[in-house]
């Protein structure tokens, strides 16, 4: 932009050229110039003390009420859901009767025919996952990578070995005590009986009833525990907190199948929590849920048509 000329200054004041073509300054223009100068450079300092005062990061912090509403979300789209329905159900079931003269069917048949029903398996087992997606994606966005989204989720595939021992231990350690649980709340009439694979029986139900079980584990520890843990402790909350929350939610969306289900499944989410705590590990739990969820689905589709199941 063009500086407006001191008063004084004009046409006449300006002396000839010489020789060269070039016109030699006088005092008052070189002095005029060096105040420009002196105006120019204290115009970019104060620019540059106004750009140092602007955030530098380029990844966005977001604050407390933005996770709070994201964890919202997240949930509403998912599990936090299922929590809702899965109340809806065991209220509607105790009103209908006894829950011990009531059953309810997992992995069902979607379609007559064997094509039309592998392809809505598939797709309803892509659609499910999408949530799992959606928390990887929002925690590389604060975390600056997806390598270490995965490490604040507990994803990381550093030490497979390490994990797999550790999932197989804990399927030990929960599943048996979980079938205790089930069957005595059969015999209370608190648990409603639970058919783990209703699928019809096609060449493709063992692999498709072991992706029903990977789904399961990857939406409910990647979202449960890994996901809400961190956002929760980002959002200030205890870890006792946490822990408590993502167990009530947890037994909150298995209410379905019972109060017993309910109970056992909150105690489950206790201790899935307090791993995480002191781990910070999921693939562990993530092994684990697959390998319960595989003997119950799988077990049950070989074996209904030989023991009394």
Avoid: C
């Amino acid at each position: 932009m063009r500086t407006p000329e001191p008063p004084g200054s004009g046409p006449a004041a300006v002396p000839p050229a010489d020789s060269a073509g070039s016109t030699p300054a006088t005092g008052a223009d070189a002095s005029r110039g060096m105040d420009a100068d002196s105006r120019d450079r204290a115009d970019a300092g104060s620019r540059g003390q106004a750009d140092a005062s602007l955030p530098t990061s380029t990844s966005p912090t977001p604050n407390r009420r933005l996770l709070g509403a994201e964890v919202v979300i997240v949930l509403a789209l998912s599990l936090g859901r299922s929590a809702v329905y899965s109340l809806l159900a065991l209220l509607q079931a105790l009103a209908a009767g006894p829950l011990k003269g009531q059953s309810t069917a997992l992995n069902p048949s979607r379609d007559p025919s064997p094509w039309w029903d592998l392809l809505q398996q598939l797709l309803s087992i892509t659609f499910t996952l999408m949530p799992v997606a959606l928390v990887i994606l929002l925690v590389t966005l604060t975390a600056g990578s997806l390598r270490q989204a995965l490490a604040d989720l507990g994803l990381a595939a550093d030490r497979p070995a390490r994990d797999l021992l550790h999932g197989v231990f804990i399927t030990a350690g929960i599943g048996i005590p979980g079938l205790a649980i089930y069957y005595t709340g059969r015999a209370l009439g608190l648990t409603v009986e639970v058919i783990p694979a209703a699928l019809d029986t096609y060449w493709w139900t063992v692999p498709v009833l072991i992706l029903h079980a990977l789904k399961n584990a990857l939406l409910e520890e990647v979202v449960v525990v890994g996901y809400l843990y961190r956002r929760l402790e980002a959002i200030g909350w205890t870890p006792r907190r946490i822990i408590i929350a993502s167990a009530v939610l947890r037994g909150a969306y298995h209410t379905y199948q019972g109060i017993g289900p309910g109970l056992a499944n909150l105690v489950m989410g206790l201790l899935f929590g307090e791993w995480f705590r002191r781990t910070g590990r999921t693939l562990p739990l993530v092994i684990a849920h697959t390998l319960l969820d595989v003997v119950a689905f799988v077990g049950y589709a070989l074996l209904r048509d030989v023991l009394p199941l």
